[in-house]
């Protein structure tokens, strides 16, 4: 069965332009043209993955990632933005509120489906020996993409499930930005490299009883981050 794709964009054309291309790669994909739309189409037909515009009538992307991500019906969608701006801070929010991954306007359509691919393979079945990572009280079991802390169940977004997973492979050891980027995302950002930042500090409030004092990642300045060691 096709996966669902739902492209979210207010501008007809580009959605149109989107859909076709998706279409040509074998996805089932809808279109929304609005906010409460998009919102309706996710609550309702629970689509694989949402290319999301953010700047929308009614209801922006911004509003639309944060009740995805509230509503535990729906809350591992993963979400691709969409953005005509150029300022990293617009990025920055939308990666902090819980998007898998953001193409700048204008983009290439083949790129568009090159991400869609990206994400969709790591939402996906892991493709790793069926086995339990844990560190304290943290399990990650690679097979079932499930997390929990201390006996309670996470929900993590692809993106933060696999780049937690690249942690907890390797305890104790620093990794940079680039190693989580390239080994644990498995293609090239495109974008700052400090957009990992973003999806750290979302991991942390998942995580983290004290997020401001982490207990599980730990950063090294002017490095990366590191699982503590057991």
């Not at 096709?2 to 291309?21: G, H, N, P, T």
């Not at 089932?28 to 999301?52: F, M, N, T």
């Not at 050891?173 to 080994?183: A, G, P, S």
């Amino acid at each position: 069965m096709s996966q669902k794709i739902l492209v979210v964009d207010d501008d007809r054309q580009i959605a149109r332009l989107v859909r076709s291309y998706l279409e040509q790669a074998g996805y089932d994909v809808k279109v929304a043209y609005d906010g409460e739309s998009a919102w309706q189409g996710i609550r309702h037909d629970h689509p694989d993955l949402v290319v999301l515009d953010l700047m929308l009538p009614d209801r922006d992307g911004w509003d639309i990632t944060r009740a995805v991500r509230m509503d535990p019906s729906v809350a591992r969608t993963p979400i691709i933005m969409l953005t005509a701006r150029g300022e990293d801070t617009d990025r920055i929010v939308g990666l902090e509120l819980g998007a898998d991954d953001y193409i700048t306007k204008p983009f290439n359509p083949r790129e568009v489906v090159a991400r869609v691919r990206a994400v969709l393979r790591r939402a996906g079945p892991a493709a790793l020996p069926a086995t339990a990572l844990s560190v304290g009280g943290l399990r990650l079991d690679a097979e079932r993409r499930e997390v929990s802390v201390d006996g309670q169940a996470v929900d993590l977004t692809p993106t933060e499930f696999d780049l937690l997973r690249m942690l907890m492979e390797h305890p104790g050891h620093v990794l940079t930005r680039t190693d989580l980027i390239e080994k644990g995302l498995g293609y090239e950002y495109a974008g700052l490299e400090r957009t990992v930042d973003s999806h750290i500090k979302n991991l942390r409030k998942k995580l983290e009883s004290d997020p401001a004092n982490p207990t599980y990642i730990q950063t090294v300045h002017g490095v990366g981050y590191r699982m503590r060691g057991e």
